[in-house]
């Protein structure tokens, strides 16, 4: 088992991450063991698994955080979530957990004034803290704003709208006129436009972007507020446990009996269009108050609905109230009160076949003549009129008898109740837009220099059954996601880039494949729906064939059968289609696409409404605006008008400065004190949050130019420092305040700020004048000791170029005079080795004399033969020396009449000791004899060691050239090698892309997986998997090609298992494939801890010299040709190693190392000041390098192989064990030089 007692976060299906700890390591995947018993243990891929801090964490600011992975992250929201602490940011963006439940004093006006002019991150996270900052940067930077709201359907995105809007009313005053008409609007908009669904009792059913205007003194002058794709068929029908708009039911509830009789209200029970859930939301004091008759069946059982914040019955009042404030008459509130009564009434029409109509006409149910004359009464026109608009279409001729001729067309019982409902959500859609009106009709403003917007529109949407309005919905979220994508991600890494900041690319999920799928003008899902809807017979079906034709091979486009929801597998392929999207895979069902992309009454009821009495009615559909004789060809489409209203609204957020808050649902049951750790991670990585985190781990949120952080201090600063220039100045001011290096840093154009240090600037910059005094004391004091410093380094730069000079010039002398020496000998060595050898016959005679001297007879003709020889020396060593040119054969040629006339004196000599003595002389003359031969003998050996000096010259002359020749080919090899590795490295980026696509793809998967799961659960569904995404890439079939050629399948051993293997196996193949193996496995998890470590941690723990590990890096990922196993190799190394965090006067340590084969075996490391660090394999793995020789690079190393004895010493000085394989044999240079020895 391994030892490691690190908390890890581990990938949870329910809880998203919990804590365990590492207890094995297989080969792909890691085993962790939980350390809450009640969750299994279990084997994970190392991505899903991060490392964990020390103890509980809460910051404000998750980048804080000691150690940045989304499993902290969602730690972190986690913790302060449960201490009510709600909000949280990454960096700039607010991060909001909706509590389900009121926080005491977390919005009131002391809040307010709390947050007014503070700076980001000065204090807690909250809403109101971004709406200071949209305030600030306006005033600041002269530029509108805009905040941006998102998150899913009850993530809280209604509320956190109202709570900005109310900051940004109440922040700097307290609110007039136009601010409280603004805040007003909200209870109108949420009443009309609001609906309980199962995700959200406050949903709201459609967008909006509202902007708060101001002058030039940032002062509120007014509003205005657009709106986007309301749901229509809410108006219709509803699911069971889902109510129509909040309207109904607080008309229903609160309004007052003498309105309720003259509109003729009931109960919901009575209204077809009430359908869905009954039940009203009341308090216990409201639900008193609402009479008996006006309550459901379901309610008299069930009881009210429950909400902190929504109440039928005071809401309706409130509704009523707000209305008179935006300057609303009774009679103009009747007005729309009957619109609605109207629209509830009409839905109770219902139709029956006529028995005797052979055309297949309908006719008004006899039930529903008492809701048809209500209905006419309230929309003011003819009820005659209205029944046969309803059941009946005008239609005028184009051909035969007389053109134009008006034909009445009488409709089928579901195309009269088509067109019944068509009028209902026309008055009801065009009322809405009436009121959005009157509400800026109430807000105007003259002149405005500055706006702030805050958009709030339908988070993504995914149900059981998706139409239309989901599809409309999802297409917005992602323009959305692509701006964020392109705003925070994007363009934050291009910056960085232009400003010279080193920080490392992050990789995030582009959407524009999925946008270019849903709005491509030739192809795109929109333009095949209009053009659809422009045939003479529309069909659904035929437009889904359409769509799948047109994007067949589209990654992000399916058919319903590749859902994972068991549902959605049921619907034929023309019946729908499957969209990918960012946040997961929707199943759209287009049956009633073409329907609800027209919104166009026929004429005759177009016709009945312009001409009624009813004067808001009138205002709605006014004359001469008829969409009916535009014809198919000519009509504007619902999406079409989506698409352009959400191209304006995107060319407004990219012109203005931008502000995000992500709102996080915490659980699917909308209760309070319920953490859902699965739900929030899926909607931080679906809104893109969790990128964001890994770019601010080593990104800069705050920025700001040298000139504007200049100027926005210049009128507090003294004289001294106004003169600065602006970069020096902030120089200056960084260094002096002993900011650390860390918090920000200097680009181009801009200086970069960390999270949150900004602040700190800011604070320290805006402090009383006795602080700026000292501070302005630390700047002279940092400007005269940098222009000391510089003009120090300046001088000492010049020293070091003189002395530099002075040595060069040495140098040069140097290698010119042992040049010239080698030259001199070179050329004259022959001559003077020829002087020296003809030099050696002088000392012979001396010998020749000494024994003459003992002659007496012919004594002087010995000497004179002796004076003759000295003088053929001495003529033989002038004419060596005064002929330059004298070849070696000359030279040998005097050598030999010399040698040849001193043996001639040697004869005459022995010739006459002979005859002298006979007797007693012989035997010395012998040992004379014996003496000339031995000398000779010396002679001729001398002669055969320079033979032989001349001989190895000569080899080795011949190896040089084969040096050369070989360096030659190594150049070439090496070009040809470049050549390859350049092959190679586009190879392997290829390869990258592919697997970066492969990640995403996983990814995809699991979002999809995870939506089905969530939709399964709400509706008891089933989910079933589909077949994973297979890639095979070049370097993934070569791994496998080279795993197929080896003896043993290691891949299920454990890691203690290869471990053991190693250090008892005596088979040779079966050792080396554990050592591959384990030490494979020790690389990937060495990765995964660098990956994972704290950001305020250095390498501590660094296994080997940081040379041997880049070497390492840099070298390409190849699969190496698997080779025979032969003897294990002992090499030895030893290198210069200093830590990382050590000081820097610290004196460098030595790394030594001994490899066994391409693993190694020892390790030692040696500190002057520090006890030697001595590691051994099978004992200490963990903290031993992993890499094997070859990726160390330590063989090319100049120096690096030491001898093993000098290894052994060093080892065995410090405390070392003997090694148990010492006696193999060792390799390379060690072994060279032993053998010398």
Same mark, same amino acid.
């Given at each position: 088992?391994?030892?490691?007692?690190?908390?890890?976060?581990?990938?949870?299906?329910a809880?998203?991450?919990?804590?365990?700890?590492?207890?094995?390591?297989?080969?792909?995947?890691?085993?962790?063991?939980?350390?809450?018993?009640?969750?299994?243990?279990?084997?994970?891929?190392?991505?899903?698994?991060?490392?964990?801090?020390?103890?509980?964490?809460?910051?404000?600011d998750?980048?804080?955080?000691?150690?940045?992975?989304?499993?902290?992250?969602?730690?972190?929201?986690?913790?302060?979530?449960?201490?009510?602490?709600?909000?949280?940011?990454?960096?700039?963006?607010?991060?909001?957990?909706?509590?389900?439940?009121?926080?005491?004093?977390?919005?009131?006006?002391?809040?307010?004034?709390?947050?007014?002019?503070?700076?980001?991150?000065?204090?807690?996270?909250?809403?109101?803290?971004?709406?200071?900052?949209?305030?600030?940067?306006?005033?600041?930077?002269?530029l509108?704003?805009?905040?941006?709201?998102?998150g899913?359907? &009850?993530?809280?995105?209604?509320?956190?709208?109202?709570?900005?809007?109310?900051?940004?009313?109440?922040?700097?005053?307290?609110?007039?006129?136009?601010e409280?008409?603004?805040?007003?609007?909200?209870?109108?908009?949420?009443?009309?436009?609001?609906?309980?669904?199962?995700?959200n009792?406050?949903?709201?059913?459609f967008?909006?972007?509202?902007? @708060?205007?101001?002058?030039?003194?940032?002062?509120?002058?007014?509003?205005?507020?657009?709106h986007?794709?309301?749901?229509?068929? =809410?108006?219709?029908?509803?699911?069971?446990?889902?109510?129509?708009?909040?309207?109904?039911?607080?008309?229903?509830?609160?309004?007052?009996?003498?309105?309720?009789?003259?509109?003729? +209200?009931?109960?919901?029970?009575d209204y077809?269009?009430?359908? &869905?859930?009954?039940?009203?939301?009341? #308090?216990a004091k409201?639900?008193?108050?609402?009479?008996?008759?006006?309550?459901?069946?379901?309610?008299?059982?069930?009881? %009210?609905?429950?909400?902190?914040?929504?109440?039928?019955?005071?809401?309706f009042?409130?509704?009523?109230?707000?209305?008179?404030?935006?300057?609303?008459?009774?009679?103009?509130?009747? &007005?729309?009160y009957?619109?609605v009564?109207?629209?509830?009434?009409?839905?109770?029409?219902?139709?029956?076949?006529?028995?005797?109509?052979?055309?297949?006409?309908?006719?008004?149910?006899?039930?529903?003549?008492?809701?048809?004359?209500?209905?006419?009464?309230?929309?003011? @026109?003819?009820?005659?009129?209205?029944?046969?608009?309803?059941?009946?279409?005008?239609?005028?001729?184009?051909?035969?008898?007389?053109?134009?001729?008006?034909?009445?067309?009488?409709?089928?019982?579901?195309?009269?109740?088509?067109?019944?409902?068509?009028?209902?959500?026309?008055?009801?859609?065009?009322?809405?837009?009436?009121?959005?009106g009157?509400?800026?009709?109430?807000?105007?403003?003259?002149?405005?220099?500055?706006?702030?917007?805050?958009?709030?529109?339908?988070?993504?949407?995914?149900?059981?059954?998706?139409?239309?309005? $989901?599809?409309?919905?999802?297409?917005?979220?992602?323009k959305l996601?692509?701006?964020? #994508?392109?705003?925070?991600?994007?363009?934050?890494?291009?910056?960085?880039?232009?400003?010279?900041?080193?920080?490392?690319?992050?990789?995030?999920t582009?959407n524009q494949?999925?946008?270019?799928?849903?709005?491509a003008?030739?192809?795109?899902?929109?333009?095949?729906?209009?053009?659809?809807?422009?045939?003479?017979?529309?069909?659904?079906?035929?437009f889904?064939a359409?769509?799948?034709?047109?994007?067949?091979?589209?990654?992000?486009?399916?058919?319903?059968?590749?859902?994972?929801?068991?549902?959605?597998?049921?619907?034929r392929?023309?019946?729908?289609?499957?969209?990918?999207h960012f946040?997961?895979?929707?199943?759209?069902?287009?049956?009633?696409?073409?329907?609800?992309?027209?919104?166009?009454?026929?004429?005759?009821?177009?016709?009945? @409404?312009?001409?009624?009495?009813?004067?808001?009615?009138?205002?709605?559909?006014?004359?001469?605006?008829?969409?009916?004789?535009?014809?198919?060809?000519?009509?504007?489409?619902?999406?079409?008008?989506?698409?352009?209203?959400?191209?304006?609204?995107?060319?407004k957020?990219?012109?203005?400065?931008?502000?995000?808050?992500?709102?996080?649902?915490?659980?699917?049951?909308?209760?309070?004190?319920?953490?859902?750790?699965? +739900?929030?991670?899926?909607?931080?990585?679906?809104?893109?949050?969790?990128?964001?985190?890994?770019?601010?781990?080593?990104?800069?949120?705050?920025?700001?130019?040298f000139a504007?952080?200049?100027?926005?201090?210049?009128?507090?600063?003294?004289?001294?420092?106004?003169?600065?220039?602006?970069?020096?100045?902030?120089?200056?001011?960084?260094?002096?305040?002993?900011?650390?290096?860390?918090?920000?840093?200097?680009?181009?154009?801009?200086?970069?700020?960390?999270?949150?240090?900004?602040?700190?600037?800011?604070?320290?910059?805006?402090?009383?004048?006795?602080?700026?005094?000292?501070?302005v004391?630390?700047?002279?004091?940092?400007?005269?000791?940098?222009r000391w410093?510089?003009?120090?380094?300046?001088?000492?730069?010049?020293?070091?170029?003189?002395?530099?000079?002075?040595?060069?010039?040495?140098?040069?002398?140097?290698?010119?005079?042992?040049?010239?020496?080698?030259?001199a000998?070179?050329?004259?060595?022959?001559?003077?080795?020829?002087?020296?050898?003809?030099?050696?016959?002088?000392?012979?005679?001396?010998?020749?004399?000494?024994?003459?001297s003992g002659?007496?007879?012919?004594?002087?003709?010995?000497?004179?033969?002796?004076?003759?020889?000295y003088?053929?020396?001495d003529?033989?060593?002038?004419?060596?020396?005064?002929?330059?040119?004298?070849?070696?054969?000359?030279?040998?040629?005097?050598?030999?009449?010399?040698m040849?006339?001193?043996?001639?004196?040697?004869?005459?000599?022995?010739?006459k000791?002979?005859?002298?003595?006979?007797?007693?002389?012989?035997?010395?003359?012998?040992?004379?004899?014996?003496a000339?031969?031995?000398?000779r003998?010396?002679?001729?050996?001398?002669?055969?060691?320079q033979?032989?000096?001349?001989?190895?010259?000569?080899?080795?002359?011949?190896?040089?050239?084969r040096?050369?020749?070989?360096?030659?080919?190594?150049?070439?090899?090496?070009?040809?090698?470049?050549?390859?590795?350049?092959?190679?490295?586009?190879?392997?980026?290829?390869?990258?892309?592919?697997?970066?696509?492969? =990640?995403?793809?996983?990814?995809?998967?699991?979002?999809?997986?995870?939506?089905?799961?969530?939709?399964?659960?709400?509706?008891?569904?089933?989910?079933?998997?589909?077949?994973?995404?297979?890639?095979?890439?070049?370097?993934?079939?070569?791994?496998?090609?080279?795993l197929?050629?080896?003896?043993?399948?290691?891949?299920?051993?454990?890691?203690?298992?290869?471990?053991?293997?190693?250090?008892?196996?005596?088979d040779?193949?079966?050792l080396?494939?554990?050592?591959?193996?384990?030490?494979?496995?020790?690389?990937?998890?060495?990765?995964?801890?660098?990956?994972? =470590?704290?950001?305020?941690?250095?390498?501590?723990?660094?296994?080997?010299?940081?040379?041997?590990?880049?070497?390492?890096?840099?070298? %390409?990922?190849?699969? $190496?040709?698997?080779?025979?196993?032969?003897?294990?190799?002992?090499?030895?190394?030893?290198?210069?190693?200093?830590?990382?965090?050590?000081?820097?006067?610290?004196?460098?340590?030595?790394?030594?190392?001994?490899?066994?084969?391409?693993?190694?075996? =020892?390790?030692?490391?040696?500190?002057?000041?520090?006890?030697?660090?001595?590691? @051994?394999?099978g004992?200490?793995?963990?903290?031993?390098?992993?890499?094997?020789?070859?990726?160390?690079?330590?063989?090319?190393?100049?120096?690096?192989?030491?001898?093993?004895?000098?290894?052994?010493?060093?080892?065995?000085?410090? &405390?070392?064990?003997?090694?148990?394989?010492?006696?193999?044999?060792?390799?390379?240079?060690?072994?060279?030089?032993?053998?010398?020895?």
């Amino acid at each position: 088992m391994l030892e490691d007692t690190q908390l890890v976060w581990v990938r949870d299906a329910a809880e998203g991450y919990i804590q365990g700890r590492i207890t094995e390591i297989g080969a792909k995947e890691f085993e962790v063991t939980p350390t809450d018993r009640k969750y299994p243990k279990r084997t994970c891929h190392f991505d899903d698994i991060h490392s964990s801090c020390d103890g509980a964490q809460d910051h404000d600011d998750n980048c804080e955080l000691m150690l940045l992975n989304e499993a902290t992250f969602l730690d972190n929201l986690k913790t302060r979530y449960y201490k009510d602490k709600i909000y949280t940011y990454v960096a700039n963006i607010l991060i909001a957990v909706n509590p389900y439940r009121e926080i005491k004093e977390l919005y009131a006006p002391d809040t307010i004034k709390k947050y007014n002019g503070r700076s980001l991150g000065e204090l807690p996270p909250h809403v109101f803290a971004i709406a200071d900052k949209a305030i600030r940067d306006m005033r600041v930077y002269k530029l509108s704003q805009s905040i941006i709201v998102s998150g899913e359907s &009850g993530a809280g995105k209604t509320e956190s709208t109202k709570y900005l809007l109310k900051y940004l009313c109440y922040s700097h005053d307290s609110a007039g006129p136009i601010e409280t008409k603004i805040l007003d609007a909200n209870p109108v908009l949420e009443a009309f436009g609001n609906a309980k669904t199962t995700r959200n009792n406050n949903s709201s059913r459609f967008g909006k972007f509202i902007e @708060v205007h101001y002058d030039a003194k940032c002062q509120v002058v007014g509003g205005y507020i657009s709106h986007y794709l309301l749901e229509k068929s =809410r108006i219709c029908t509803q699911s069971a446990e889902e109510r129509n708009y909040h309207v109904f039911y607080m008309l229903l509830a609160g309004a007052p009996q003498q309105l309720r009789d003259k509109l003729s +209200l009931g109960k919901p029970d009575d209204y077809r269009y009430l359908s &869905g859930c009954t039940q009203y939301f009341a #308090n216990a004091k409201t639900e008193q108050l609402i009479p008996g008759s006006q309550k459901s069946k379901n309610h008299q059982q069930k009881g %009210p609905l429950k909400d902190p914040i929504i109440d039928d019955y005071q809401h309706f009042h409130n509704l009523d109230k707000a209305l008179g404030r935006l300057g609303l008459s009774d009679t103009e509130k009747l &007005g729309i009160y009957s619109l609605v009564a109207a629209v509830l009434h009409l839905g109770n029409i219902a139709f029956e076949e006529i028995p005797d109509d052979v055309r297949g006409g309908c006719q008004v149910s006899e039930a529903s003549e008492q809701s048809l004359t209500i209905t006419s009464g309230l929309l003011g @026109v003819d009820q005659t009129e209205l029944r046969t608009a309803l059941v009946s279409r005008v239609m005028q001729s184009k051909g035969g008898g007389f053109k134009g001729t008006v034909i009445m067309v009488p409709l089928k019982i579901y195309e009269a109740s088509n067109a019944r409902d068509a009028l209902a959500k026309a008055i009801y859609s065009r009322l809405f837009d009436r009121i959005v009106g009157l509400i800026n009709q109430s807000i105007p403003f003259q002149a405005s220099n500055f706006y702030i917007g805050v958009l709030d529109i339908a988070g993504f949407e995914y149900f059981t059954v998706n139409s239309f309005e $989901q599809f409309c919905i999802n297409y917005c979220n992602e323009k959305l996601q692509k701006f964020f #994508n392109d705003n925070i991600l994007k363009n934050e890494q291009e910056l960085y880039k232009r400003e010279g900041l080193n920080v490392p690319e992050i990789t995030f999920t582009d959407n524009q494949d999925i946008i270019e799928l849903i709005e491509a003008k030739s192809n795109g899902i929109f333009t095949l729906l209009d053009e659809e809807s422009k045939l003479p017979k529309p069909s659904y079906s035929h437009f889904t064939a359409e769509v799948h034709k047109s994007w067949a091979n589209h990654y992000r486009l399916g058919l319903p059968r590749s859902s994972r929801l068991k549902a959605h597998r049921t619907l034929r392929d023309e019946e729908g289609f499957l969209v990918r999207h960012f946040a997961g895979a929707v199943c759209y069902n287009t049956e009633q696409f073409i329907e609800k992309n027209n919104d166009a009454l026929h004429a005759s009821l177009e016709g009945l @409404v312009q001409e009624c009495d009813n004067p808001l009615l009138q205002t709605l559909f006014p004359s001469g605006s008829s969409t009916s004789v535009r014809g198919k060809l000519n009509f504007i489409s619902v999406g079409s008008k989506f698409k352009t209203q959400l191209g304006e609204l995107m060319e407004k957020l990219e012109q203005n400065g931008t502000n995000f808050i992500r709102c996080i649902k915490p659980n699917s049951k909308m209760i309070d004190r319920q953490f859902e750790g699965s +739900l929030a991670l899926a909607q931080l990585k679906c809104s893109g949050t969790i990128s964001v985190l890994e770019l601010m781990e080593h990104g800069y949120p705050s920025r700001v130019l040298f000139a504007d952080l200049y100027s926005m201090y210049k009128s507090v600063l003294p004289p001294e420092l106004v003169s600065l220039p602006a970069r020096t100045f902030c120089e200056a001011m960084f260094q002096s305040l002993n900011l650390s290096a860390k918090d920000f840093k200097f680009g181009i154009t801009k200086v970069f700020f960390r999270p949150g240090k900004f602040v700190e600037f800011d604070r320290i910059m805006r402090s009383d004048p006795e602080n700026m005094l000292a501070i302005v004391a630390k700047v002279k004091k940092w400007l005269i000791r940098s222009r000391w410093v510089k003009s120090a380094l300046g001088a000492l730069c010049v020293i070091k170029l003189r002395n530099r000079i002075i040595y060069r010039n040495k140098c040069v002398l140097i290698a010119q005079r042992i040049a010239r020496g080698f030259l001199a000998r070179k050329q004259h060595r022959p001559r003077y080795q020829g002087i020296g050898k003809i030099n050696k016959i002088r000392t012979n005679t001396l010998k020749t004399i000494e024994i003459a001297s003992g002659l007496k007879m012919g004594r002087e003709e010995i000497i004179s033969g002796v004076n003759d020889i000295y003088r053929q020396i001495d003529d033989a060593i002038m004419k060596i020396k005064m002929n330059p040119r004298i070849t070696q054969r000359e030279m040998d040629s005097m050598y030999t009449v010399v040698m040849a006339n001193m043996n001639k004196l040697t004869v005459d000599l022995n010739t006459k000791l002979k005859e002298q003595q006979q007797a007693e002389e012989q035997e010395r003359l012998r040992k004379i004899q014996e003496a000339l031969e031995a000398e000779r003998a010396a002679k001729e050996a001398e002669e055969q060691r320079q033979r032989e000096e001349i001989e190895n010259k000569r080899l080795k002359a011949e190896m040089e050239t084969r040096r050369k020749a070989a360096e030659a080919q190594r150049l070439r090899q090496e070009e040809e090698d470049r050549r390859a590795a350049l092959a190679l490295q586009e190879q392997l980026e290829k390869e990258a892309k592919d697997d970066a696509k492969y =990640r995403q793809q996983l990814e995809q998967e699991r979002r999809d997986h995870e939506l089905a799961l969530r939709l399964a659960n709400e509706s008891n569904g089933q989910v079933e998997d589909s077949p994973p995404v297979i890639r095979k890439s070049e370097n993934v079939r070569a791994q496998q090609q080279a795993l197929g050629k080896q003896k043993y399948d290691l891949s299920k051993w454990k890691y203690s298992e290869l471990r053991d293997a190693i250090n008892t196996s005596c088979d040779i193949e079966l050792l080396e494939a554990c050592r591959q193996e384990f030490h494979r496995r020790l690389k990937v998890y060495h990765a995964w801890k660098a990956k994972n =470590r704290k950001r305020t941690t250095m390498d501590e723990n660094e296994r080997a010299p940081r040379s041997v590990m880049e070497a390492a890096f840099k070298q %390409p990922p190849l699969v $190496q040709p698997i080779q025979e196993i032969v003897t294990a190799q002992h090499r030895y190394f030893r290198i210069p190693f200093m830590r990382a965090n050590a000081p820097d006067n610290t004196k460098r340590g030595l790394w030594y190392a001994h490899f066994d084969g391409q693993w190694i075996a =020892r390790q030692m490391e040696l500190h002057a000041d520090k006890p030697p660090i001595l590691l @051994v394999a099978g004992t200490d793995d963990m903290q031993m390098c992993e890499l094997s020789l070859e990726e160390t690079g330590l063989t090319r190393k100049r120096g690096a192989e030491i001898l093993e004895h000098e290894f052994n010493r060093e080892w065995e000085r410090n &405390g070392g064990k003997a090694y148990k394989n010492l006696g193999a044999k060792p390799n390379g240079p060690a072994a060279a030089m032993q053998k010398q020895q």
